[in-house]
């Protein structure tokens, strides 16, 4: 029993680095998509939900559905490991990666687009005529998003100082509303 109990040991160990490692993957691509609030929430929210279905799964696997002290000290240990040493290296490496394939990708994208601006500079006008209502379509998102993002920043900054410039704006716009 000694002898499975230091396997599952070990095997904790490894899952809670492999739990960093997908942690800073997370981290990796905030930091190079720039994310919001709201997408930093969702992607955390969507780890931790994911995270608590596999360690399920690997309790169930490994050590029977058992849960000793044992279990949580490995896992404990291995992230605290993971985060001191390991994490230092892996998550700006790994920005940096993203950033030579975002550049990769903008240039292979540049490639592939060459042929269709060609086409588009010799035939010149006709082209506007199919492309005027995706630009018009574009224009719409474009102000539908400004709007949405306008109204969560009212719901943001409800401070008694934002309140009262609004109630300015109002009364200067509507004449006393």
């Known amino acids: 029993m000694e002898q499975k109990e230091i396997w599952v040991f070990g095997n904790c160990l490894l899952s ?3 739990t960093g490692m997908i942690f800073d993957v997370f981290r990796i691509i905030r930091k190079s998509f ?13 780890f931790w939900s994911v995270y608590t279905l596999v360690f399920a799964w690997w309790i ?14 490995g896992m404990s240990l291995g ?4 985060f001191a040493l390991l994490s230092r290296i892996f998550v700006p ?16 994208l540049k490639v592939l687009l060459f042929p269709l601006k060609l086409i588009l500079k010799i035939t010149g006008k006709v082209w ?16 539908g998003l400004k709007i949405f993002h306008h109204r969560r920043m009212i719901r943001y900054h409800q401070t008694k100082k934002y309140k009262k410039l609004k109630k300015n ?7 006393g509303i």
């Open 16 to 18: 809670g680095v492999g």
């Open 34 to 46: 720039k994310s919001g609030y709201d997408i930093t929430n969702l992607c955390d929210a969507l």
């Open 60 to 73: 169930f696997n490994i050590n029977d559905g058992e849960l000793r002290w044992f279990v949580f000290a």
């Open 79 to 82: 992230g605290a490991f993971y």
């Open 93 to 108: 490496s790994g920005v940096f990666l993203v950033k030579i394939l975002k550049k990769a990708a903008g240039m292979v």
């Open 128 to 143: 506007i005529f199919a492309v005027m209502p995706i630009r018009k379509i574009k224009k719409k998102i474009v102000v």
């Open 169 to 175: 704006a109002l009364q200067e716009d509507f004449g």
